[in-house]
């Protein structure tokens, strides 16, 4: 099992020099990459590839050491770049082949080349955590880390990514870990089993009848926002205030984002302890939040309320949500099952007839036998009646009438 671990760094003064002068030098070799392999192709009709592009830097290294990496600076960490690129034009030929927008490859500025690479596979080297618990970086330094958590001792460290971002007068750097990790053991089990409905009024709610709302970190922030896009837009283009204004902005939707994902972080994990089954929608986010004026646009679709749609959608964070409860879901040991959404909000979960008249806002009153609930309470119930249907037809023995039984177990 992997998993990454990911820590706040605090460089001293010669430290981040180092690392903005690795950061240059990387930027810079992503460019003239980027610059070769275009003009190898335009000129030529030759496609370079990594192995190419790597070889020609070995050599570099040996006849121009002048043009070779900072002083100091992991070899691993160089090739790294070109790794980046090559995935970078995989990418590009993958989304061609499928007929999407093929975004070419770009130039990258210096101020957005932001990410650094070591590892402690083979014998690459470069980094190690000293008995002082600094983390020591090829070409850095011992860099001083905020250990919120411990990496478990039996973890085997892989690639280790160190991150800048500008949001205030100094850059503030993180650190993210990736260990192989045993897997564990399974947590006990519980016997309980939930539905859960994905909303925008609120975040989930369960058939158990708990009903939860989300952060709402968007409509939170909203105000500072346009204040802070507003003093952006107000600024002179290069001037020292506008490059403070923006790391004002972008310290506030790093907040905004923040507070997003510590709620699903914490609903993930309260749900992954109190269920063995979790039912979820099979909901296809990245395409729900597309533009309106988009292929999936209705026709006649009000726009505004599609766009509308699409913000509560994002700042619910519904697909974070998922993310997160499918990976501590594995690894506690516990079952999350995904059904199709079609018709759950419309059925019945007490007897099973499918009507849109019966929903009437956020209550459901079932014309066929009268059932009264809260609308999402009684679509977290047929999802989890699915499911159970869904479990019972995979796994042997249960018999022919799963589906049936299932969502009368439900009520």
């Known amino acids: 099992m992997h998993r990454t671990y990911r820590y706040r760094l605090y460089p001293t003064r010669r430290q981040r020099e180092a690392l903005e002068s690795q950061l240059r030098f990387a930027c810079s070799l992503y460019n003239a990459a980027l610059e070769q392999r275009r003009d190898a192709y335009r000129r030529l009709g030759k496609s370079l590839g990594y192995g190419d592009q790597s070889a020609e830097l070995t050599e570099l290294r040996r006849s121009a050491p002048e043009l070779c990496p900072p002083e100091g600076m992991n070899y691993w960490s160089a090739q790294e770049v070109l790794r980046r690129l090559d995935r970078a034009f995989g990418a590009f030929f993958h989304r061609l082949r499928r007929g999407e927008k093929p975004g070419y490859p770009r130039f990258r500025s210096h101020r957005r080349f932001n990410t650094l690479a070591w590892t402690q596979k083979g014998n690459a080297g470069g980094v190690e955590v000293t008995e002082q618990g600094r983390l020591r970086l090829q070409g850095i330094g011992c860099v001083k880390v905020k250990w919120h958590r411990p990496i478990p001792a039996e973890a085997t460290l892989g690639e280790v990514r160190v991150t800048r971002k500008e949001t205030g007068a100094r850059a503030r750097y993180h650190v993210s870990v990736t260990a192989k990790l045993p897997i564990p053991e399974p947590r006990p089990g519980t016997g ?47 001037s020292a205030r506008r490059a403070k204004a923006a790391a004002q902005l972008a310290r506030h939707r790093e907040r905004e984002a923040n507070r997003r994902r510590d709620a699903a972080h914490k609903l993930s994990r309260t749900l992954v302890e109190r269920f063995d089954l979790i039912a979820v929608e099979r909901l296809r986010v990245a395409n729900m939040v597309r533009s309106a004026s988009g292929t999936l646009a209705a026709p006649g679709a009000n726009v505004a309320q599609k766009r509308a749609l699409n913000r509560e959608i994002a700042d619910q964070g519904w697909g974070q949500l998922l993310s997160y409860l499918a990976y501590k879901a594995e690894e506690a040991g516990r079952r999350v099952v995904a059904v199709e959404p079609a018709d759950t909000s419309r059925t019945c979960c007490g007897c099973g007839a499918v009507d849109a008249r019966s929903r009437a806002g956020p ?33 042997p023995g249960r018999g022919r009438q799963a589906a049936t039984a299932a969502l009368a177990a439900v009520v």
């Not at 036998?369 to 999802?383: F, S």
């Open 363 to 395: 209550r459901f009153r079932c014309l066929a036998c009268g059932h009264a609930e809260d609308a999402d309470v009684n679509a977290a119930k047929v999802i989890l009646a699915r499911a159970r249907a869904r479990e019972g037809i995979e796994r």
């Open 192 to 238: 309980a089993a939930v539905g859960i409905d994905m909303g925008v009024r609120r975040l989930v709610s369960l058939s158990t009848g708990e009903l939860v709302c989300g952060p709402r970190a968007g409509r939170a922030n909203a105000k500072r926002l346009r204040r802070g896009s507003r003093k952006l837009a107000r600024r002179k283009r290069g």
